[in-house]
């Protein structure tokens, strides 16, 4: 088993090592709405530079709109999708809440076959793209000399998205402010890793072979429980206060509703702060909520419904960062797994992963 781990971690390292000696230039942020080519992590199962697409909503679709109350908010598609797909709308995200809205192609974004692909990331690298999306705007309007409110940073995202949402907060656990998680998966269970018959019908195509290069460590699988509690308890260690909005059908079978509750308590055993709504028949509405299962309703209706008063910016309870972000801070966020750690690096300001074996 040592071997299978340092060869998993040796192609984890070699890719990490590739991106933080990446010298690719940056674009510049557009006037307007906009889309920008991101350089990203390398990935294993990829020759060559990686990069992905950022999709750009500012306040009034223009960047002279942003001013000092103006935040951030990461609005991320369901798992075979791309841009906006499943998202609240990003234009109403950026002039309901005075943020500009940064939609994400994070890795494998599009259609997914796990029969025939790389086995899905679920959540580690497309986090990672999520929050060098995140950063580009962040360190963007900096250098711009724009002021803008680096307290109020938010994500959202339905299914893949939420599960990409929670990565991302897991990832950076003192950046976000709040985030709202519409039906992501919870963890990769072994039912969704090898799609195995009588579970959901998610399939991430990884393999039980140690020899197979799809094949699934226990320390990748460990990373992408987000009810882990130890990492949980070390989030809370780090100091994450992100108010956590969970919203997930009681009867969703696409991603199982009793993973998502055991996820909830056990956050709640770490004492992190998590709001979870599990809508039911009696809470169907048919505006807001129309749906007990994985479909639920409008996301943008869903969001407001859910989380206006901490993310309009006038609200008394608005949700406000009050500490560093983890690009400010520029050290190590470190999550132990059964043969190692996984570290996540900010020295460049913006993250860069690698697990280190024993």
Known sequence: MKRIVTITSLLILVAALASAADDRPWPSLPTSNGTAELPAQAWAFQDGPRTFAAYVYYPGTSLKNVNENTGLFLALHYWGGTHADGVPDPQTLADRYNTVAICVDYLQSGPYDGCTMPPYDYGYLQGLDALRALHWMYSGLQRLGKPFNTGRIYSTGYSGGGNVTQMANKLAPRTFAAIIDFCGMARLTDDIAYGLEGGTRLNAGYSQDPKN?????????????????????????????????VVHGSTDIACPIADKREVVDNMKKAGLPVTAFYPKDTDLDGEVFTGTGHSLGDPTKMLAHMADAQLLPDSPDAAIRKAPTDFERKDVIGYTTPNGCWEIDYAMGYPVGQFRGE
């Open 213 to 245: 290069p799809a094949y699934l460590s226990p320390d990748a699988q460990a990373l992408r429980d987000l009810g882990n509690l130890t990492h949980l308890k070390q989030m809370k260690d780090y100091g994450q206060e992100t108010h956590i909005f």
